[in-house]
């Protein structure tokens, strides 16, 4: 970054920004406020000493050109969660403020993961990012924030600790890591209460609440007995409301408690069915259709009854992808041979 001093000292005179605008302000990413803190100490101490007589102390080969010169880093910005709402949004404009020698500009911008969304500033062009994020997807929009000009191209760079694991493994890759990063991205979590949430895991969480509220609906074969325990679904439905923020469910609390309504509805009415020709019907350790639980990916899914078929529970909330059954062959599409291991 001292190295661009001399462009900017070269900036036109009218009114344009010099072509090392982008690069005079330093946007750090730290994975923690605990790196960040000593980060800044370091900042405020050596890195604002070092600067401000580095062209004076550079070895130069011809003394009469001064490719380096002295900046004067100023206090550093910090974007985290212990600043306040109005402070962010006065960080972001000082952070659009170009060096045109008036405004008020950033030469150190400290900041965690709290920039990965939202910060859209086109003249961001220089990001250090000290330590591997915890996850691709992280790495990916926290290093997006720079080079969103595509006539300024951004520059990351990665410091990494050789003592952490993690980060040292991220080095060894670094090149193969970098060219195929968007097929390491972690499978994203559903919003609590949004409505893929509730068709997913609504009817396991009744379930599940209903065998803890009434000790004999514990047993596998007492499936059939919530008809005659209305005080259960009253017990279930009243805490799941009141558990959920009205704002967080469409339509509010009474839509929620409808819902709450129909899987109790449907349970009662899957259970006369079943139970009907005299087969025994229990939640889980039964053949399919006999039983009211089904993990997300059984096939016999789709041979239930719309009541029975919402009835699914699945182990995580991030297992719900089939695998993929592959066929090997050669280039002349002919299988091989004991390829069945792959």
């Not at 000593?38 to 130069?60: F, L, M, N, T």
Request: proline fraction near 6%; aromatic fraction near 6%.
């Amino acid at each position: 970054m001292l190295l661009l001093r001399r462009l900017e000292a070269d900036a036109p005179n009218d009114g344009r920004a010099s072509p090392a605008d982008p690069y005079l302000t330093a946007l750090c990413y730290f994975n923690a406020l605990r790196e960040l803190g000593g980060a800044r100490r370091i900042v405020e101490d050596e890195v604002r000493d070092r600067a401000r007589r580095y062209g004076d102390e550079r070895r130069r080969v011809a003394p009469h050109d001064q490719p380096f010169g002295n900046r004067p880093v100023r206090e550093p910005m910090e974007l985290t969660s212990r600043v306040s709402t109005d402070q962010v949004a006065l960080a972001k404009q000082r952070l659009e403020a170009e060096f045109l020698g008036q405004a008020e500009t950033v030469d150190v911008a400290l900041a965690t993961n709290m920039i990965s969304v939202g910060l859209d500033i086109t003249r961001l062009g220089l990001m250090v990012v000290q330590g591997q994020p915890k996850t691709a997807a992280e790495y990916i929009q926290a290093t997006s924030r720079v080079g969103r000009d595509h006539n300024r191209p951004g520059l990351v760079v990665a410091v990494l600790n050789l003592h952490k694991p993690r980060d040292r493994m991220h080095f060894e890759h670094f090149g193969q890591y970098h060219r195929t990063f968007y097929r390491a991205v972690e499978a994203t979590s559903v919003t609590p209460w949004a409505a893929r949430a509730l068709d997913r895991a609504l009817s396991a969480v009744v379930v599940s609440a209903a065998r803890h509220v009434d000790a004999g609906l514990t047993y596998e074969t007492s499936v059939v007995d919530l008809a005659a325990n209305p005080g259960v679904m009253t017990v279930v439905r009243n805490f799941i409301v009141n558990r959920a923020p009205p704002s967080a469910v469409a339509g509010g609390s009474a839509a929620l408690g409808a819902m709450i309504d129909q899987v109790f509805a449907d349970w009662v009415s899957t259970a006369h069915d079943q139970a009907a020709g005299g087969n025994t019907f229990a939640f889980s350790k039964k053949k399919s259709p006999h039983r009211l639980l089904h993990q997300p990916l059984e096939p016999e899914i789709g041979n239930l009854t719309p009541a029975h078929s919402r009835f699914v529970a699945g182990r995580s909330m991030r297992d719900v992808e089939p695998s993929v059954r592959m066929k090997v062959k050669d280039p002349y599409g002919t299988p091989i041979a004991n390829a069945d291991d792959v």
